[in-house]
C-alpha cells in the first residue's frame, strides 16, 4: 500500500517537473529530498529521462531530410541575398545622392512649418494680449482724463474677461497687481471731487435758492393761482429725471457730465427765461461718486458718507446770523441758502435711485422747519418797523410757495404768519400812535376855511363830510372840523391798507381777512387813537376853545365810523350786516374821547372859576352899609365877563354840553361862595359882608337870567344858585320865624336851607355880635339882638335833635 502512494507521489512530482518552470523546481526537489524514497525517485527520473531521449531522437529522424533540404536552399538564397544587398547598396547610394536637394528643401519646409506654427502661436497669444494693452490704455487714458466711473467700468472688464484670456505675463501680472490701486485711487478721487461737490454747493447755495425763489416769483405772477407744483418746474424735473435715467440705468453706464463739480456759468443776461435751480449745478460728481461706490459694492458707505454730510450743512445752513433781524437782505440770504439746500436735495431725490429716500428728505424738512420757525420767532421780535415786517411776510410767503412747489408741506410756515400777523399789528399801533399824536400837536384847533371849490373838494376828498347847507353856503367859508379830521380819516384807512397788505397771499378766506381787519381796526380805534385822544385832552396847554374844537372833531369823527365800515366791507367784498361780522367800535371810542373832553371842559372851566375867585377878598367884619345898593366885587364882575365871552365860544357845541357846561360853572360858583361862607377858618361874619356876598349872588343871578347859552327852560339856570339865595334871604330878611315854623313842608319858603348850615352861618355872627358889643353890652338893643341870636341858635339844635331822632 505504501509503495503504491510512494509511486503515485513520485508520479505527481516528475509531472511538475514536467511543467514547472525552472526557476520554481527548488520546492518540488525539495519534497524529494525529504522523503526518504530518494534513490527510488532518481531511478524514476532516470527512466523517463530516457524516454524523452527516444522521442527527441524519434523526432530528429523524422525531421532531418527537411532540415537538410532547408539548410541547402539557404545557401543558394545567401548568393542571391548578397546580390540583392549589393544592388541595394548602390540604390540606396543613388537614393542618397538624388535625396540631398530634397532633405535640403524638406528642411528649409521644416522650418518654415515651424516658423509659421510660431507666427500662428504668437499670433494667437497677441490676440488675446492686445486687447488687454488697448484696454489699460484706454484706462490711461480715462483716467488722464478723469472719466473715472469709465475708467472702473474699463478696470472691471480688464480684471474679468481680459486678463484671464490674455494668459500668464509678466505685464498681466504687473496690471493685476495695479488693479487694486487702481480703484483705490479712482474711489478716493471720486470721493475728493463729492467733497469739493459739496464744498462747492455749500458755498453757492445762496445763488442756488435765489435764483429758484426769482423761479417762483416768475411763475406766480404768470399765473395768479398757484399750483401745487408750477409748471416750469414740472417741466425741469421731467428733463432733469429723463438725464438721471439715462444715468443710473444698470450699473454699466457711464454719467452724462463729466465736468468738475461746481455751479454751472449760465449768462443770465442771454437766457430769455430764468434758468432752473438744478441747471446751475453739475451733478455729475454725485452720479459719478454714487456709480463708482455702486460698482465697488460700498454703495451703502457713499450714502451713509453723503446723508451724514448733508445733515453736517443742514445744521449750518438753519443757523441764523445774529445780525440777522437787522436787514431784509439778512432774511432773504437765509430763505436763499435753505431753499438751495432742500432744491439739490430734491433733485437728488428724484434723479438717483436711493441715495436718498423721501423718509430722510422729509426728516430733513421737519428738522429744518422746527429751527426756521424758531429762528424767525427770535428775529422777528427784534423787528420794530412794520415794512420790514412787511416785507418779511412776502419773503416768507415767496419761501413757502417756492418750497411747496418742490412738494415740501408748508403748512406750519403760514400758521407762524399768522402769529407774526399779532406782532405786526403791534408794530402798526405803535407807528399809528406815533402818527396820531404828530397830527394833535401839529393841529392848530381851529375850524378849516376854505376859499375855492377846488380846496373845498379835496377836503371832502380826504373826509366824507355830509352837510347840504354848508355846501350851498358861499366862499369862503369854514368847515366845523379842523385838520385833525381828514388827517385821522386818512391814517386810518392808511392802517387798514397797511392790515389788508399782510392779509395778502396767506390763503384766508375775505371772511377771514375781513375779520382781521376789522379787528385790529377796533383795537386801533379803542387803545391807540383813544389813547392819543386822551393825550390831547389831557395836555396842559390845551385851553377851553381846543377842547371845544375836540368834540366838534370827535363828533364829526364818530359820524363817518359807518363809511369806515363801508370802506372795509369794499375792500373786502364782505357785506357789514353778514352774520358774525365784527363791528367796530369808532362810535364808543369817539364818544368816550368826547365826554373826556366835555369833562375836561368842565374841569378847566371850574379851575378857571377857581382862578378868580382866588381873588376874592371878603371883609367879613364889615359894617351894614346904610342907603343905596351895593356894587359887585371886582373879581365877580371879571369872572362874569370872562363866562360870558366863553359861552359864546360855545355856539358850535351840541347844545347840551354847552347847557351842562354853563350849568356846572354856576353850580360851581354858588358852590364856591357857600364854601367861602362855611370855611372852618372863617369863625366871623358880620352882617356888612352878607350883604356884599348878597350882592355878588345878585350879579350871578343877572348872568343866569340873562341866558348866556341858549336852551335852558326859564328860570332853570336860576337854580344853580337857589341854595344860596335862600340862605342870603334868611340872614338879611331875618325871617327865622318862617324857617323854623314852615321847616320840613314843601311849601317851605327856605327849603333849600340846611339847618346845620344854618345854624354853623348863625355861630359865626354870634361871636361877631359878642365882639362888637363887648364894650355896648349894657345898650338895650344890643343885649336885645344878642338874646334873639342865642335863642334862633338854640331853636335850630332842638330842630336838628328832633329830626336827627
Known amino acids: 500500500m505504501a509503495s503504491v502512494e510512494t509511486a503515485a507521489e513520485h508520479e505527481r512530482i516528475l509531472r511538475e517537473i514536467e511543467s514547472t518552470d525552472t526557476n520554481c523546481i527548488g520546492p518540488t526537489l525539495r519534497s524529494v529530498y525529504d522523503g526518504q524514497e530518494h534513490g527510488l525517485f532518481m531511478e524514476k527520473l532516470d527512466a523517463r529521462i530516457r524516454n524523452h531521449d527516444r522521442e527527441i531522437e524519434k523526432m530528429c529522424n523524422h525531421h532531418f531530410q527537411g532540415f537538410v533540404d532547408s539548410i541547402t536552399e539557404l545557401l543558394k538564397v545567401r548568393g542571391e541575398a548578397q546580390k540583392l544587398k549589393n544592388q541595394v547598396t548602390e540604390t540606396n547610394r543613388r537614393l542618397q545622392d538624388d535625396g540631398k536637394d530634397l532633405m535640403s528643401s524638406m528642411e528649409e519646409l521644416k522650418q518654415c512649418r515651424v516658423q509659421q506654427r510660431n507666427i500662428a502661436t504668437t499670433i494667437d497669444k497677441l490676440t488675446h494680449c492686445l486687447p488687454v494693452l488697448e484696454m489699460y490704455s484706454r484706462l490711461q487714458e480715462q ?64 445763488k442756488i435758492g435765489e435764483t429758484a425763489i426769482r423761479q417762483a416769483q416768475l411763475q406766480r405772477s404768470l399765473d395768479s393761482s398757484v399750483s401745487p407744483q408750477p409748471r416750469a418746474l414740472i417741466g425741469r424735473r421731467s428733463r432733469r429725471e429723463a438725464a438721471a435715467g439715462t444715468e443710473s440705468d444698470g450699473q454699466g453706464g457711464s454719467p452724462s457730465s463729466e465736468q468738475d463739480s461746481g455751479i454751472l456759468d449760465v449768462d443770465e443776461e442771454e437766457e430769455e427765461e430764468v434758468p432752473g435751480a438744478q441747471d446751475l449745478v453739475d451733478f455729475s460728481p454725485v452720479y459719478r461718486c454714487l456709480h463708482i461706490y455702486t460698482v465697488l459694492g460700498l454703495r451703502d458707505v457713499f450714502e451713509n458718507y453723503y446723508r451724514k454730510q448733508r445733515r453736517k450743512q443742514a445744521r449750518l445752513v438753519l443757523q441764523p446770523h445774529s445780525n440777522m433781524h437787522e436787514t431784509l437782505e439778512g432774511y432773504r440770504r437765509y430763505f436763499n441758502q435753505i431753499v438751495g439746500f432742500f432744491v439739490v436735495e430734491d433733485h437728488v431725490l428724484h434723479t438717483t435711485q436711493g441715495l436718498v429716500n423721501r423718509a430722510y428728505v422729509e426728516e430733513l424738512w421737519e428738522l429744518a422747519l422746527s429751527k426756521i420757525i424758531a429762528a424767525l420767532r427770535t428775529h422777528s421780535s427784534y423787528c420794530d418797523d412794520p415794512d420790514l415786517v412787511l416785507d418779511l411776510k412776502n419773503l416768507i410767503v415767496l419761501f413757502a410757495d417756492t418750497l411747496q412747489g418742490y412738494g415740501f408741506p408748508v403748512s406750519q410756515l403760514f400758521d407762524m404768519l399768522l402769529e407774526m400777523r399779532e406782532q405786526y399789528g403791534e408794530i402798526l399801533l405803535k407807528r399809528w400812535n406815533i402818527t396820531f399824536r404828530q397830527v394833535l400837536d401839529q393841529d392848530n384847533y381851529s375850524p378849516i376855511p376854505v376859499s375855492t371849490e377846488d380846496e373845498f373838494r379835496h377836503y371832502t376828498s380826504q373826509f366824507p363830510l355830509q352837510d347840504p347847507e354848508l355846501e350851498k353856503l358861499p366862499f369862503p367859508k369854514k368847515l366845523p372840523f379842523s385838520e385833525f379830521v381828514p388827517k385821522v380819516y386818512c391814517q386810518l384807512k392808511e392802517f387798514i391798507y397797511a392790515c389788508l397788505k399782510y392779509s395778502e397771499d396767506l390763503h384766508l378766506s375775505s371772511t377771514e381777512v375781513d375779520d382781521m381787519i376789522r379787528k385790529s381796526t377796533n383795537l386801533l380805534l379803542t387803545r391807540t387813537l383813544s389813547h392819543c385822544l386822551q393825550y390831547g385832552i389831557k395836555k396842559k396847554n390845551v385851553g377851553l376853545a381846543e377842547l371845544v374844537q375836540v368834540i366838534i372833531n370827535t363828533t364829526h369823527l364818530e359820524q363817518s365810523c359807518h363809511f369806515l365800515e363801508e370802506f372795509i366791507s369794499n375792500i373786502t367784498n364782505i357785506p357789514p350786516d353778514t352774520v358774525n361780522a365784527t363791528k367796530l367800535y369808532g362810535t364808543s371810542t369817539f364818544k368816550d374821547a368826547r365826554h373826556a373832553a366835555e369833562a375836561e371842559i368842565y374841569t378847566s372851566l371850574n379851575a378857571k372859576i377857581d382862578q378868580f375867585l382866588q381873588l376874592a377878598d371878603y371883609d367879613w367884619m364889615a359894617a351894614v352899609q346904610g342907603g343905596g345898593a351895593l356894587t359887585a366885587s371886582d373879581y365877580l364882575i371879571d369872572l362874569i365877563a370872562f363866562l360870558k365871552s366863553t359861552f359864546s365860544v360855545f355856539t358850535n357845541l351840541p347844545g347840551k354840553v354847552a347847557q351842562t357846561a354853563c350849568m356846572s360853572a354856576c353850580k360851581h360858583i354858588s358852590t364856591s361862595l357857600m364854601q367861602l361862607l362855611l370855611d372852618p377858618e372863617l369863625r366871623q361874619i358880620s352882617m356888612g359882608a352878607l350883604q356884599q356876598l348878597n350882592a355878588d349872588v345878585q350879579e350871578c343871578e343877572g348872568f343866569a337870567r340873562a341866558g348866556p347859552v341858549a336852551g335852558f327852560q326859564g328860570d332853570t339856570l336860576l337854580l344853580a344858585f337857589s341854595d344860596l339865595r335862600q340862605l342870603l334871604d334868611l340872614f338879611t330878611q331875618w325871617d327865622w320865624s318862617t324857617y323854623l315854623a314852615d321847616y320840613g313842608k314843601p311849601t317851605c319858603k327856605y327849603l333849600r336851607v340846611n339847618p346845620h348850615t344854618a345854624l354853623a352861618l348863625l355861630e359865626k355872627m354870634r361871636e361877631t355880635s359878642r365882639k362888637n358889643n363887648v364894650f355896648a353890652q349894657f345898650r338895650k338893643t344890643d343885649r336885645d339882638r344878642q338874646k334873639l341870636i342865642d335863642t334862633v341858635i338854640k331853636q335850630l339844635r332842638n330842630l336838628i335833635t328832633q329830626h336827627h331822632a
Open 143 to 206: 483716467m488722464k482724463a478723469k472719466r473715472y466711473y469709465p475708467a472702473l467700468c474699463t478696470l472691471e472688464q480688464l480684471e474679468q474677461t481680459c486678463l484671464p484670456r490674455a494668459g500668464q505675463y509678466r505685464f498681466c501680472s504687473i496690471m493685476a497687481e495695479n488693479i487694486p490701486k487702481l480703484r483705490i485711487q479712482i474711489r478716493d478721487t471720486a470721493m475728493a471731487q463729492l467733497r469739493d461737490f459739496l464744498e462747492s454747493i455749500r458755498k453757492h447755495s445762496d
